[in-house]
Protein backbone atom coordinates (compact mmCIF):
# COMPACT_ATOMS: atom_id res chain seq x y z
CA UNK A 1 0.00 0.00 0.00
CA UNK A 2 2.30 3.11 -0.96
CA UNK A 3 4.68 5.60 -3.57
CA UNK A 4 5.81 8.84 -3.70
CA UNK A 5 9.17 8.51 -5.94
CA UNK A 6 8.35 5.32 -6.31
CA UNK A 7 5.96 2.39 -6.67
CA UNK A 8 6.21 -0.41 -4.20
CA UNK A 9 4.71 -3.62 -5.94
CA UNK A 10 3.07 -6.61 -4.61
CA UNK A 11 4.09 -9.80 -5.68
CA UNK A 12 2.37 -13.03 -4.38
CA UNK A 13 3.86 -16.59 -5.51
CA UNK A 14 1.42 -19.35 -5.47
CA UNK A 15 3.19 -22.46 -6.44
CA UNK A 16 4.48 -21.72 -9.49
CA UNK A 17 2.01 -18.92 -10.33
CA UNK A 18 3.01 -15.45 -9.65
CA UNK A 19 0.77 -12.13 -9.23
CA UNK A 20 1.82 -8.54 -9.48
CA UNK A 21 -0.23 -6.01 -8.63
CA UNK A 22 0.36 -2.25 -7.14
CA UNK A 23 -0.45 -2.60 -2.99
CA UNK A 24 -2.07 0.25 -1.16
CA UNK A 25 0.41 2.27 -0.05
CA UNK A 26 1.60 3.03 -2.81
CA UNK A 27 0.52 5.79 -5.20
CA UNK A 28 1.77 7.37 -8.13
CA UNK A 29 2.18 11.28 -9.59
CA UNK A 30 -1.17 12.60 -11.15
CA UNK A 31 -4.58 13.00 -8.99
CA UNK A 32 -8.45 12.71 -9.98
CA UNK A 33 -11.02 14.64 -7.35
CA UNK A 34 -14.01 13.14 -6.56
CA UNK A 35 -16.28 12.85 -3.67
CA UNK A 36 -17.41 9.85 -1.81
CA UNK A 37 -20.79 9.15 -1.19
CA UNK A 38 -21.51 7.27 2.52
CA UNK A 39 -22.91 3.88 1.75
CA UNK A 40 -26.02 2.19 3.68
CA UNK A 41 -26.28 2.10 7.15
CA UNK A 42 -24.87 -1.12 8.86
CA UNK A 43 -27.77 -1.76 10.73
CA UNK A 44 -29.60 -2.05 8.50
CA UNK A 45 -28.41 -5.07 7.20
CA UNK A 46 -29.61 -8.46 7.80
CA UNK A 47 -26.92 -11.07 6.20
CA UNK A 48 -27.86 -14.99 5.90
CA UNK A 49 -25.09 -17.33 6.93
CA UNK A 50 -23.09 -17.37 3.28
CA UNK A 51 -21.58 -20.38 2.08
CA UNK A 52 -18.32 -19.93 -1.05
CA UNK A 53 -20.81 -20.05 -3.87
CA UNK A 54 -22.08 -16.31 -2.89
CA UNK A 55 -18.66 -14.79 -2.06
CA UNK A 56 -18.04 -13.46 -5.65
CA UNK A 57 -21.06 -11.28 -5.28
CA UNK A 58 -20.06 -9.51 -2.55
CA UNK A 59 -17.78 -7.48 -4.50
CA UNK A 60 -18.34 -4.36 -6.07
CA UNK A 61 -17.77 -4.56 -9.60
CA UNK A 62 -15.42 -2.08 -11.58
CA UNK A 63 -18.10 0.35 -12.26
CA UNK A 64 -18.82 1.09 -8.76
CA UNK A 65 -15.53 1.26 -7.33
CA UNK A 66 -14.56 3.99 -10.46
CA UNK A 67 -17.76 5.54 -9.33
CA UNK A 68 -16.94 5.87 -5.50
CA UNK A 69 -13.38 6.97 -6.13
CA UNK A 70 -14.06 9.38 -8.62
CA UNK A 71 -12.90 7.49 -11.44
CA UNK A 72 -13.71 6.08 -14.84
CA UNK A 73 -10.11 4.46 -15.94
CA UNK A 74 -9.80 1.71 -12.81
CA UNK A 75 -9.56 -1.78 -13.62
CA UNK A 76 -9.04 -5.01 -12.51
CA UNK A 77 -5.20 -5.92 -11.89
CA UNK A 78 -5.19 -8.52 -9.56
CA UNK A 79 -7.94 -11.31 -8.35
CA UNK A 80 -7.02 -14.32 -5.80
CA UNK A 81 -8.21 -16.47 -3.40
CA UNK A 82 -5.25 -17.28 -1.26
CA UNK A 83 -4.19 -15.27 1.50
CA UNK A 84 -0.54 -13.16 0.82
CA UNK A 85 2.07 -13.18 3.69
CA UNK A 86 4.18 -9.59 3.74
CA UNK A 87 4.94 -10.14 6.97
CA UNK A 88 8.92 -9.85 6.17
CA UNK A 89 8.54 -6.66 4.64
CA UNK A 90 7.23 -4.68 7.63
CA UNK A 91 9.32 -3.29 10.88
CA UNK A 92 6.85 -4.13 13.23
CA UNK A 93 4.72 -7.74 12.81
CA UNK A 94 1.71 -6.54 14.84
CA UNK A 95 1.01 -3.99 12.99
CA UNK A 96 0.98 -5.97 9.75
CA UNK A 97 -2.77 -5.68 9.25
CA UNK A 98 -2.61 -2.47 9.64
CA UNK A 99 -0.99 -1.66 6.30
CA UNK A 100 -1.49 -4.86 4.70
CA UNK A 101 -4.70 -6.03 3.34
CA UNK A 102 -5.75 -10.58 3.27
CA UNK A 103 -2.33 -11.39 5.11
CA UNK A 104 -2.71 -14.81 6.06
CA UNK A 105 -0.40 -14.19 9.67
CA UNK A 106 -3.23 -11.93 10.56
CA UNK A 107 -6.12 -14.12 9.97
CA UNK A 108 -4.53 -17.47 10.99
CA UNK A 109 -6.07 -19.02 14.04
CA UNK A 110 -9.24 -17.18 13.15
CA UNK A 111 -10.86 -20.33 11.41
CA UNK A 112 -11.50 -18.35 8.21
CA UNK A 113 -12.32 -20.81 5.37
CA UNK A 114 -12.67 -18.65 2.38
CA UNK A 115 -11.34 -15.55 0.56
CA UNK A 116 -11.60 -13.25 -2.62
CA UNK A 117 -9.25 -10.55 -2.44
CA UNK A 118 -9.40 -8.11 -5.69
CA UNK A 119 -7.12 -4.79 -6.51
CA UNK A 120 -8.20 -1.77 -8.99
CA UNK A 121 -6.77 0.98 -10.09
CA UNK A 122 -5.92 3.04 -13.29
CA UNK A 123 -3.38 1.49 -15.69
CA UNK A 124 0.47 2.91 -16.27
CA UNK A 125 2.87 4.28 -13.39
CA UNK A 126 0.66 7.25 -12.67
CA UNK A 127 -2.38 5.89 -11.12
CA UNK A 128 -4.13 8.41 -8.97
CA UNK A 129 -6.19 5.35 -6.95
CA UNK A 130 -5.88 2.02 -6.04
CA UNK A 131 -8.20 0.05 -4.01
CA UNK A 132 -8.57 -3.53 -2.53
CA UNK A 133 -11.64 -5.21 -1.45
CA UNK A 134 -11.46 -8.80 0.18
CA UNK A 135 -14.52 -10.46 1.20
CA UNK A 136 -13.50 -13.57 3.49
CA UNK A 137 -16.17 -16.30 5.08
CA UNK A 138 -15.85 -17.93 8.19
CA UNK A 139 -17.30 -21.51 9.84
CA UNK A 140 -19.86 -19.43 12.16
CA UNK A 141 -20.51 -15.40 12.88
CA UNK A 142 -18.76 -16.08 16.54
CA UNK A 143 -15.21 -16.90 14.63
CA UNK A 144 -16.16 -13.67 12.37
CA UNK A 145 -16.91 -11.46 15.06
CA UNK A 146 -13.69 -12.89 17.34
CA UNK A 147 -11.25 -11.44 13.94
CA UNK A 148 -13.39 -8.19 13.67
CA UNK A 149 -12.51 -7.57 17.62
CA UNK A 150 -9.12 -8.71 17.27
CA UNK A 151 -8.57 -6.28 14.61
CA UNK A 152 -9.89 -3.33 16.61
CA UNK A 153 -7.60 -4.17 19.13
CA UNK A 154 -4.39 -4.39 16.89
CA UNK A 155 -5.46 -1.37 14.88
CA UNK A 156 -5.60 0.76 18.12
CA UNK A 157 -2.25 -0.89 19.36
CA UNK A 158 -0.63 0.59 16.55
CA UNK A 159 -2.79 3.96 16.13
CA UNK A 160 0.22 6.93 16.54
CA UNK A 161 2.84 4.31 15.77
CA UNK A 162 5.35 4.89 12.51
CA UNK A 163 5.21 1.62 10.52
CA UNK A 164 8.08 1.13 7.57
CA UNK A 165 7.78 -1.10 4.57
CA UNK A 166 11.03 -2.11 3.09
CA UNK A 167 11.01 -2.64 -0.97
CA UNK A 168 13.86 -2.58 -2.64
CA UNK A 169 16.40 -1.73 0.12
CA UNK A 170 14.64 1.08 1.06
CA UNK A 171 12.37 2.17 3.63
CA UNK A 172 8.44 3.96 3.39
CA UNK A 173 7.23 5.06 6.26
CA UNK A 174 3.41 5.39 7.04
CA UNK A 175 1.96 7.13 9.96
CA UNK A 176 -1.44 5.21 11.45
CA UNK A 177 -4.48 7.84 12.48
CA UNK A 178 -6.85 6.62 15.30
CA UNK A 179 -9.18 4.07 14.83
CA UNK A 180 -12.61 5.23 14.21
CA UNK A 181 -15.52 2.57 15.58
CA UNK A 182 -18.83 1.49 14.81
CA UNK A 183 -20.31 -1.95 16.38
CA UNK A 184 -19.60 -3.74 13.01
CA UNK A 185 -17.25 -1.25 11.48
CA UNK A 186 -13.66 -0.18 12.07
CA UNK A 187 -11.69 2.23 9.51
CA UNK A 188 -8.20 3.85 9.92
CA UNK A 189 -6.29 6.52 7.60
CA UNK A 190 -2.93 5.86 6.61
CA UNK A 191 -0.86 8.20 5.35
CA UNK A 192 2.91 7.55 3.45
CA UNK A 193 5.52 10.10 4.63
CA UNK A 194 7.14 12.50 1.95
CA UNK A 195 4.61 11.51 -0.74
CA UNK A 196 2.23 14.43 -1.22
CA UNK A 197 -0.40 13.40 0.27
CA UNK A 198 -1.17 10.07 -0.53
CA UNK A 199 -3.11 7.99 1.71
CA UNK A 200 -5.38 5.23 2.24
CA UNK A 201 -8.35 4.57 4.52
CA UNK A 202 -8.27 1.28 5.65
CA UNK A 203 -11.73 -0.11 6.68
CA UNK A 204 -13.05 -3.84 8.10
CA UNK A 205 -16.22 -4.76 8.84
CA UNK A 206 -18.48 -7.88 10.03
CA UNK A 207 -21.90 -9.54 9.26
CA UNK A 208 -23.26 -13.26 10.20
CA UNK A 209 -20.11 -15.39 9.04
CA UNK A 210 -18.08 -12.64 6.80
CA UNK A 211 -15.95 -9.81 7.22
CA UNK A 212 -15.20 -7.24 4.35
CA UNK A 213 -11.65 -5.45 4.42
CA UNK A 214 -11.25 -3.11 2.49
CA UNK A 215 -8.18 0.02 1.35
CA UNK A 216 -9.21 3.24 -0.53
CA UNK A 217 -6.08 5.26 -1.55
CA UNK A 218 -5.01 8.28 -3.57
CA UNK A 219 -4.68 11.82 -2.43
CA UNK A 220 -8.04 12.86 -1.56
CA UNK A 221 -9.03 10.56 0.12
CA UNK A 222 -12.12 10.86 2.72
CA UNK A 223 -14.33 8.23 3.31
CA UNK A 224 -14.14 5.69 0.21
CA UNK A 225 -12.70 2.54 1.89
CA UNK A 226 -15.97 2.97 4.22
CA UNK A 227 -18.33 3.29 1.50
CA UNK A 228 -17.46 0.14 -0.35
CA UNK A 229 -17.30 -1.82 3.00
CA UNK A 230 -21.11 -0.45 3.45
CA UNK A 231 -21.88 -1.36 -0.02
CA UNK A 232 -19.97 -5.08 0.10
CA UNK A 233 -22.18 -5.78 3.22
CA UNK A 234 -25.32 -4.68 1.22
CA UNK A 235 -24.17 -7.29 -1.37
CA UNK A 236 -24.50 -9.76 1.13
CA UNK A 237 -28.02 -9.19 2.64
CA UNK A 238 -29.09 -9.78 -0.79
CA UNK A 239 -27.58 -13.10 -1.32
Not at 101 to 128: K, L
Not at 167 to 174: L, Q
Not at 175 to 202: N, R
Request: hydrophobic share 40%; aromatic share 6%; proline share 4%.
Amino acid sequence: MRPGTATVSRAIAMGAVVVAATVPLSGCVSTVSGTAVRGPDLGQFDVPPLDETKLNDVLLSIGELNGIMGSTTMRVTSELDEMTDHSDDVSDRDCLGTVYGAEEPVYDGSGWTHVRDEVAREPGDDNAHWVEQTAVLYPSPRNAQRFFDDSRRAWQNCAGTPVAIFSDDEAYFWDLDDVLTEDALITQMTTQDDADGWACQHALAVASNLTVETWACGYTIIDEAETIAREMLANAARR
